[in-house]
């Protein structure tokens, strides 16, 4: 009966590996999205989880200029935290003045997004998924126009500070979240 009970116990603890999340007993924190070189800026939305305190549990939005607004502790300037680093600043905010050991997860639910421009079939604002590459964009907006140049893009891109830069792009360059994409038009 021992060896039945362990072979059960060692299956649990192999699905939550495949599944990301904790194995039953395990320390809580598992999140939805937890990348570790994900900056969160403005328009990202997070599910925040405070354990044992359902009062500051929800849904949170950062505003346009990166900043979290949270109960208790007030604003957080999270513009290009990591969620691991924000976890840690509301811990830090939390304890020991409002909570004793205070036990909080980051998840991110929603990217901002991103936008494509120029010579695209429908150009405007998607959401971000994760991994996506110029063309995969260019898909997305409806492929080309027929004035497009399918080889010429640049993305307009911000950095931590808010100052925004241009960078010269293939169809294989990563787009972020908040990227400008442009497809150029072609000369003839």
């Given at each position: 009966m021992a060896a039945i009970a362990t072979g059960v116990a060692g299956m649990r603890g192999?699905?939550?590996?495949?599944?990301?999340?904790p194995p039953p007993?395990?320390?809580p924190g598992a999140t939805i999205d937890r990348s570790s070189d994900y900056?969160?800026?403005?328009?990202?939305?997070?599910?925040?989880?405070?354990?044992?305190?359902?009062n500051l549990t929800g849904e949170y939005a950062l505003d346009g200029g990166g900043v979290l607004s949270f109960p208790l502790i007030g604003q957080v300037q999270a513009m290009g935290m990591t969620p691991g680093q924000l976890e840690r600043?509301?811990?830090?905010?939390?304890?020991?003045d409002y909570l004793k050991n205070p036990s909080v997860s980051v998840e991110v639910m929603t990217r901002r997004p991103f936008y494509i421009v120029g010579e695209v079939r429908n150009p405007g604002?998607?959401?971000?998924?994760?991994?996506?590459?110029?063309?995969?964009a260019i898909a997305?907006?409806?492929?080309f126009t027929y004035r497009a140049r399918?080889?010429?893009?640049?993305i307009k891109r911000n950095d931590k500070s808010g100052q925004s830069s241009r960078l010269d792009a293939n169809q294989e360059t990563p787009v972020q979240p908040g990227d400008?994409?442009?497809?150029?038009?072609?000369?003839?």
């Open positions: 192999a699905l939550a590996q495949v599944s990301g999340s007993g395990g320390a900056k969160l800026g403005g328009g990202d939305r997070m599910r925040i989880i405070v354990y044992g305190q359902a600043t509301i811990v830090s905010r939390l304890h020991p604002s998607y959401p971000y998924v994760a991994g996506m590459t110029v063309i995969n997305l907006a409806g492929g399918e080889s010429s893009f640049y400008v994409v442009m497809v150029r038009e072609r000369y003839f």
